[in-house]
């Protein structure tokens, strides 16, 4: 059994965004009971992590310690045209990940009790992005 | 053919823990000649990499790199309530894998000479740590 | 239907190789329509990133980045015997990906517009590096 589904998340701004009930939406629609799910990015300044989903303080210390590691206006940065946030988001993608892969066991993303799925969004303003989310497997 | 196994590692510190020879003998136990092997740790203060195992001391670098990059008591804190190491732990494993994919070609891993699969505590204290270990593919 | 082919890619310094028509190419060899493609670098001082292909100041920015980063000769590294571009090619593999999987959907990669699959050698001498291109799903 395979299944592919497109998800267009709409960001307002820079940070992380759960999407978890949207991919466990996807595999249940997938039918498959075991096997693989992978969620992957079509873009190279957002990214995908899992991450702690239990106390919105991780995820904002996560943003604050990203943007301190990786500044905008670093004057070595030549790709500036797309605007300050452009360059450190590419960089930000490149240290995080553009696909993430989970094993599905009876029917069930093997999720530990506090791992959620995000889209980190790197760029300052709104963006339309969009993920694939592609099961295969036994049903 | 689908087999997935977990593993249960107890981890004494902070630091990377091999885990190559449970995860080739999932592989074995799995009965997979041709697909993929996929590692994935159910923790978000805990994480995955693929590094080298010919040399301790490429180890202990790793280890002292990301303590350097991703320090403790850092002011910008916030999600303090679980310990100093706590944050950076997750910062720690959003910046490595909480899964990896591993080919199998002809019943084994396609890993190279000095690759080996690691367990990467970032808590200080022990801890007991759940890996799901997943094979699909032909046998 | 599971198809694998090694790429050896001759590498000549430091930074960022574009692969994606390699990949491409045995995407199409394998006859999958439906699947996953992996691919896995099988080193530890060579890794995979997927990211912006439109402008080469965007590659030439991460190389710098990564670079001022990690620098060399760090003197709390110990693993030095291999040279001081050594030490700071393991971590850069760390921080990047081994293996990176990408849905495969009506036989082309599901990869976005602007995104290319890059091989990253962080060795400043040239090196030989095999990849794995893995392949599965149905045709």
Known sequence: MIFS???QIVTKHQG???I???VRDA???SCVQNGLC???VRHTSAS????ENADPSAKRDLEYFLNKLIPENDSGFTHTFEGPDD???????ALT???VVIPVVSGEMTLGTWQGIYLWEHRASPHSRTIVVHCMGED
């Not at 360059?87 to 993608?93: E, G, L, Q, R, V």
Request: net charge neutral.
């Open 5 to 7: 589904e497109e998800l």
């Open 97 to 99: 990940q553009t696909s």
């Open 87 to 93: 360059m450190p988001s590419h960089i930000k993608a």
């Open 27 to 29: 595999v249940t629609n």
């Open 20 to 22: 978890t009930r949207k």
């Open 38 to 40: 992978t969620v992957f």
């Open 48 to 51: 995908l992590i899992i991450q």
């Open 16 to 18: 992380l965004l759960e």
